[in-house]
């Protein structure tokens, strides 16, 4: 390695010019045996440190976006969950949705791929550079109601909730919310309307969710309304995906079903 090239390194890596640090020696060897000019030279240098830049933007976003796990859309088995609307799934991965800033409701019982589905949305989103975040519904309550007491409210409803393009609530309806927990997610239903887009999975049928928000029913169709403006709703009907593989083994009957959480 000559002196000029490790003085290179060291400016490249004193200006954060990662990408180029990394593809300068393959670069500046092709552009050698190719003649490139040094317009040319210079352009695929920034191109190097653009692209590295974005992946690692992309990288960022997915870990700090909170997934359980990493989920794509190539792993959901459609051939097992048959009451998945292929389609209709296929085509929200275009993601025009965040864009418009409009919703995604999955409903359907438990183990169709609600969730997975939710993920595999959300993780496509990362890798388009949209801020992200993944929650349960009984998390996000839960940390709203704790910044409530300790007087950060409005700091952790911004942080939280206001502050990404796409927000995405798993399991509405699975544990039941109190009088306050339920006016805490409609506070989050308002502040997004029609300036973030969410995905959220239920269980429920939306005749049931006020069920969930402390049977509230006035409080639940004023939320619905928002929710449903501008909404995709994706109904998938099935076995649980979960339990496909013990009854491979034999270990439960094809009628078994599964508990309702």
């Known amino acids: 390695m000559s002196v000029q090239h490790e003085r290179l390194i060291e400016l490249c890596n004193e200006l954060r010019l990662g990408g180029i640090a990394a593809q300068y020696p393959a670069l500046a060897q092709t552009a050698a045996e190719k003649h490139t000019s040094f317009t040319d030279f210079l352009e695929e240098l920034l191109v190097a440190e653009r692209e590295s830049r974005r992946a690692r933007a992309r990288e960022m976003f997915a870990r700090v976006a909170g997934f359980p796990a990493i989920k794509t859309l190539d792993q959901y088995d459609f051939g097992f969950a048959t009451g998945a609307p292929r389609k209709q799934i296929m085509e929200l991965a275009s993601l025009a949705f965040v864009e418009r800033a409009e919703n995604v409701v999955f409903l359907g019982p438990s183990g169709v791929g609600k969730t997975h589905l939710a993920i595999a949305l959300g993780y496509l989103a990362t890798q388009k550079g949209y801020k992200t975040r993944f929650f349960s519904a009984a998390d996000l ?80 169709a004023a939320m619905l309304d928002r929710v449903l403006h501008h909404s995709t709703i994706v109904s998938i009907s099935g076995d649980s995906c979960r339990l496909k593989d013990k009854r491979k083994a034999g270990l439960l009957t094809a009628s078994a079903k599964p508990s309702k959480h």
């Open 141 to 220: 309550v839960l940390m709203l109601e704790a910044a409530q007491r300790q007087g950060r409210y409005r700091e952790v409803m911004h942080r939280a909730v206001n502050a990404y393009k796409l927000l995405i609530v798993d399991e509405i309806g699975y544990l039941p919310l109190s009088r306050e927990q339920a006016n805490l997610f409609f506070q989050i239903v308002e502040r997004r309307y029609e300036r973030g887009a969410m995905i959220l999975t239920s269980n429920l049928t939306f005749g049931s969710w006020d069920s969930a928000f402390a049977g509230d029913s006035v409080l639940t």
